[in-house]
């Protein structure tokens, strides 16, 4: 993201049919927007559906299950979605959640003697 919270862009030049481009048209007729719009909302949703399956959740809670502090939670979280606005706070509710569910789940505590103890 930008220091003005928008996230950064970047111009790219593609050819396509011209079949898509009317497709593509429609779509922003439909959603009342431009084309670039509505190419933008269908390569998101391709994106979400079909490649980023995963969730910044998905990502917290492997982390947390594979025994990790919350600091290094954060970080893998980042890793993989530089862009998500998740903070500690999200990541302390996901830890809570989990041991909610699973009392076995450690705490964060526990997860840094842990790391501590391995290295």
Known sequence: MTDD????V????ITLPEEYVEGLQDVADDMNTTVSEAIREAVATFLMEHYWKETV???AKKAILDKLPNEDVLKAVKAKFPLAATSMASI???RSKLRKEDPNVLTDRQAHRLK???D
């Not at 919270?5 to 950064?8: F, H, L, R, S, W």
């Open 57 to 59: 959740g998905d990502t």
């Open 10 to 13: 970047k111009r790219m030049t």
């Open 116 to 118: 501590e103890n391995q």
């Open 92 to 94: 302390s509710w996901y």
């Open 5 to 8: 919270g928008a996230k950064k």
